[in-house]
């Protein structure tokens, strides 16, 4: 009995150890270098590009149950897929903006490789910061299905 007693002791010591030292650590901000050859655009260029009606689709890579809480105000939704079949409703002749939640873009990235790769798209960029960094600025966006 003794020794469980002091198993639990040590133990304790070391969870409050281990518990400190993880808070004295400070986080930084992750740094995302794109591992892919899609240019980015950022919130503001793309906010400026819907503003003067420029001839854009926005277009949101998340699943429908997440573009139906909330999207980008007019986007189109093309959710993410491992290999894209036939993006029939995404116009050739228009520039595409791509966008996700994902921390680094990885997910409205992979639909810009492909598109672009398999496809034969030219004229496609991806949302630097996302979803996220859209809702920060507090531009325009809407719920339900919108455009499909």
Same mark, same amino acid.
């Given at each position: 009995?003794?020794?469980?007693? #002091?198993?639990?002791? %040590?133990? %304790?010591?070391?969870?409050?150890?281990?518990?400190?030292?993880?808070?004295?650590?400070?986080? /930084?901000?992750?740094?995302?270098? &794109?591992?892919?050859?899609?240019?980015?655009?950022? $919130? /503001?260029?793309?906010? #400026?590009?819907?503003?003067?009606?420029?001839?854009?689709?926005?277009?949101?890579?998340?699943?429908?149950?997440?573009?139906?809480?909330?999207?980008? #105000?007019?986007?189109?939704?093309?959710?993410?897929? !491992?290999?894209?079949?036939?993006?029939?409703?995404? &116009?050739?002749?228009?520039?595409?903006?791509?966008?996700?939640?994902? !921390?680094? !873009?990885?997910?409205?990235?992979?639909?810009? %490789? /492909?598109?672009?790769?398999?496809?034969?798209?030219?004229? %496609?960029?991806?949302? /630097?910061?996302?979803? $996220?960094?859209?809702?920060?600025?507090?531009?325009?966006?809407?719920?339900? !299905?919108?455009?499909?």
């Amino acid at each position: 009995m003794k020794n469980f007693t #002091k198993l639990k002791a %040590v133990l %304790v010591i070391c969870i409050a150890m281990l518990l400190e030292a993880c808070a004295s650590v400070p986080t /930084q901000p992750k740094i995302c270098e &794109p591992t892919d050859s899609i240019p980015r655009i950022t $919130a /503001q260029e793309l906010k #400026k590009l819907m503003d003067d009606s420029a001839d854009i689709v926005v277009v949101d890579t998340l699943y429908p149950y997440w573009y139906r809480k909330e999207h980008i #105000k007019g986007a189109i939704n093309f959710p993410w897929v !491992e290999t894209i079949k036939e993006p029939l409703i995404l &116009p050739r002749n228009k520039l595409l903006v791509l966008y996700c939640d994902c !921390e680094c !873009e990885e997910t409205s990235a992979d639909v810009g %490789v /492909q598109l672009v790769r398999d496809w034969g798209y030219k004229n %496609v960029k991806v949302l /630097q910061g996302g979803w $996220a960094e859209w809702v920060k600025l507090g531009y325009p966006t809407e719920k339900g !299905e919108g455009k499909r």
